[in-house]
């Protein structure tokens, strides 16, 4: 029978269940990654499992996040990451080398190969063939000890792609329209898959930026073939042995199609507060712009900053902007560098911001009061840039450099006056892996260094037979996990969960963590009542972990996504969500509820709650797999493993 290339991929590394009809399913996984604010929990973790060495083909730990705060905490908690890695058999990149999904398919992806990343755009490596997860750090590190990852059998939705663009409209203007038709919500266990004439027209890179912001419309990845294109870009990289073909058969069945012509894209912008707020730039023309940031997981590939280097060239940005550019990686930046675009982008004005997250996790580049910021990356919620009333706005490269110069938004398809930046796929990169520290064959001798800032990650207990206690707080749709656990300037302490814990919904309630505090000092539990996409965002686990610590023992939802449902279920947080929306109304923060026989009542799909305060019985729903539902009633993952150990 034809196959999809998704259910190639998973067919060959199913370790359990069967594939297909929405099953419970687990996959071998043969790399993973995590970044600095999720790695030190998930190195942890895995050291909690006792084992001496990963277990799967390849393991990085990039640090990339949080690289330039103040403070000892973060140069600790590197100094652990660099040790824990050389003991453990892990590749170190050290801060510096760039974002972990730039570098990693630069380095190290490999058509047809699994990929499981702490942090939600592993799909980003989709564009070389990869199927490539976000998950959760524990799950990482379970990876890690070469467990199967878990996953609901996806619907595979197809992408076909006809046409190629035209000059001045990019990657991004074709995942902005995806998520103007899939938006941000509903679209969970499902992969989309790219097909068709046009996939031959985009380079690795530009796939890429497509498989990245897949992740905003909640699904569980994106997916490009493995043709001469990603050859190619093997090759320039100096590892065309690392390429195999891949596409999907001729007559392959998928779920959904959705088609797009190429030709007729527009330039796209997604507007204040969600990624799928999408216009065209036409429409935003001529509106006064204040910041310009270029970078990102997104877009910081060579040819999207050579892109910027020549329509900045010669000309000077506007004087009331202040233009920011952040190469993805070192290689991009060192090749840059050489062939004379750096000197271009510091000519016009531009700032030259270090090749990591950064702006794009909040970490500096804060835009003024209501201040309007274009950015290249592919996150808009609101707080996320530091600034509460800030006015992110996510665009492609060109319009962003175009409107850097203009100081207005400024459609690329408008007549502006400036050259068409005709840039094309290198065929050498320049390749310097010096700033990766590869382990030593041996890493039993190496001393794992730990800070002060370095706690053991916070223990659960089993489930309790039955939860008891208040909505510590009730909160509307698309709650994200920037909202629950904000990063910035906290994210310094993610090592330390009592003291991380004291932010939980700090940018919606600064409150909270004292009422959680005040309800477990009298026995009761804690309950968070919210509207749809709750937990939507980033791959977080410390929206779970820290909520956990607080005594949170159920999320009651209009609907959760799906990489924060399973951090809730590691930890031991029960899943549910209403059986009717309208219930939703039914809540108030403080109402006194009880669910008596949890343990007993999640064996079914169904569980009744009663609201004490309202004098009201709820149906809800406890949608969850088999596994999940030991480790609910089992405290977590952790105490899962430990039981098995
Ligand atoms: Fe980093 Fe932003 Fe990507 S935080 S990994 S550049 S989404």
Known sequence: MSKTLTEKILASHLEEGTLGNGNPIGIHIDQTLTQDATGTMAYLQFEAMGLDRVQNELAVSYVDHNTIQVGFENADDHHYLQTVAAAKGVVFSRPGNGICHQVHLERFGKPGKTLLGSDSHTPTGGGIGMIAIGAGGLDVAVAMAGQPFHLISPKVIEIRLHGKLRPWVSAKDVILTVLERFGVKGNVNCI???TGEGVQTLDVPERSTICNMGAECGVTTSIFPSDEKTRAFLKA???EEDWIELRADEGAVYDDLFEIDLSAMEPKVACPHSPGNVVTVASLSGKRVEQVLIGSCTNSSYADMKKVADILDGHTIAEHVSLGIAPGSREVLLMLSQDGSLAKMIASGARILESACGFCIGNHQSPGTDGVSLRTSNRN???RSGTKSGQVYLVSPETAALSALSGQFTDPLSS???????????????????MFIFPP???SDVEIFRGPNIGDPPKNTPLKEDLDGFVTIKVG????????????????YRSNI?????????????????????????????FIVAGASYGQGSSREHAAICPMYLGVKA????????????????????????????????????DELVIENIAEQIKGDRVVLKNKTKSREITLRCDITEGQRAMLISGGLLNILKEKA
């Open 192 to 194: 989309f898959e790219y």
């Open 237 to 239: 990289q100096g590892r």
């Open 381 to 383: 919620f609101e707080g």
């Open 416 to 434: 502006h006056g400036i050259a068409f930046p005709k840039v094309v796929q290198p065929e050498q990169f320049l390749i310097d892996d010096s």
């Open 441 to 443: 064959e041996n890493g």
């Open 477 to 492: 749709d698309k709650i994200t996990t920037d909202h629950i656990m904000p990063a910035g300037a906290r994210l310094k």
């Open 498 to 526: 009592p003291v991380y814990s004291k932010f939980v919904f700090e940018p919606v309630d600064e409150h909270f963590s004292e009422r959680c505090v005040e309800n477990q000092d009298r026995g009761k539990d804690n």
């Open 555 to 590: 999320v009651i939802a209009v609907s959760i996504e799906r990489i924060h449902q399973n951090n809730l279920c590691n930890f031991g947080i029960v899943p549910l969500t209403f059986e009717k929306e309208e219930d939703y109304t039914r809540f108030d923060q403080n």
